[in-house]
T-cell receptor, first 112, second 110 residues
Framework: QKEVEQNSGPLSVPEGAIASLNCTYSDRGSQSFFWYRQYSGKSPELIMSIYSNGDKEDGRFTAQLNKASQYVSLLIRDSQPSDSATYLCAVNLFGGYNKLIFGAGTRLAVHP | AAGVIQSPRHLIKEKRETATLKCYPIPRHDTVYWYQQGPGQDPQFLISFYEKMQSDKGSIPDRFSAQQFSDYHSELNMSSLELGDSALYFC?????????FGQGTRLTVV
């Protein structure tokens, strides 16, 4: 079992819809969770961080964390074609070590 | 705002040669991470440093080594290069837990 798991997609949504991206992690003690967006050939760009259970909203993005279920999600409202990218879930493993582990990423395609 | 700087941006090496990749973290960031990303793959954690000391190690081949210097810049040294080492190499830095990535070095081994 991979430490961080995501559906690879592609996830295809129409412009203006809500895109829902999911991620599960195996280390129950993990404390820090991140969503990165990566365009092809470019570096990952941090878009959301979340540390406690519940929802965190930033503009069109909402991150949701459920530590009991070891589940973190990202909602993108009013999806735009420019949101088409690979979304990487990343988890900082428990133990105080600096080891940020990525999932395989979900490819999102927003079509006009 | 200053970002993570990586050099060179592109590098072409022959098999069995050596390559050195450099990373200059965001000022006042105390942690540096190195990642390798092959085509269509997720970033694979190689190694990290906290306050100039190695703090964690991932799937880094024995042919690779890294260090962080007194000015906090870091170098990834790769020896006996193989075709399979061709990838994007990213460096990231953080001061708490949020890590920010450089633009990467594209290494091509021929």
């Amino acid at each position: 079992q991979k430490e961080v798991e995501q559906n690879s997609g592609p996830l295809s949504v129409p412009e203006g819809a809500i895109a829902s991206l999911n991620c599960t992690y195996s280390d129950r003690g993990s404390q820090s969770f991140f969503w990165y967006r990566q365009y092809s050939g470019k570096s990952p760009e941090l878009i959301m961080s979340i540390y406690s259970n519940g929802d965190k909203e930033d503009g069109r993005f909402t991150a949701q964390l459920n530590k009991a279920s070891q589940y973190v999600s990202l909602l993108i409202r009013d999806s735009q074609p420019s949101d088409s990218a690979t979304y990487l879930c990343a988890v900082n493993l428990f133990g105080g070590y600096n080891k940020l582990i990525f999932g395989a990423g979900t490819r999102l395609a927003v079509h006009p | 705002a200053a970002g993570v700087i990586q050099s060179p941006r592109h590098l072409i090496k022959e098999k069995r040669e050596t390559a050195t990749l450099k990373c200059y973290p965001i000022p006042r960031h105390d942690t540096v991470y190195w990642y390798q990303q092959g085509p269509g793959q997720d970033p694979q954690f190689l190694i990290s440093f906290y306050e100039k000391m190695q703090s964690d190690k991932g799937s880094i081949p024995d042919r690779f080594s890294a260090q962080q210097f007194s000015d906090y810049h870091s170098e990834l040294n790769m020896s006996s290069l193989e075709l399979g080492d061709s990838a994007l190499y990213f460096c990231a830095s953080s001061s708490d837990s949020e890590a920010f990535f450089g633009q990467g070095t594209r290494l091509t081994v021929v």
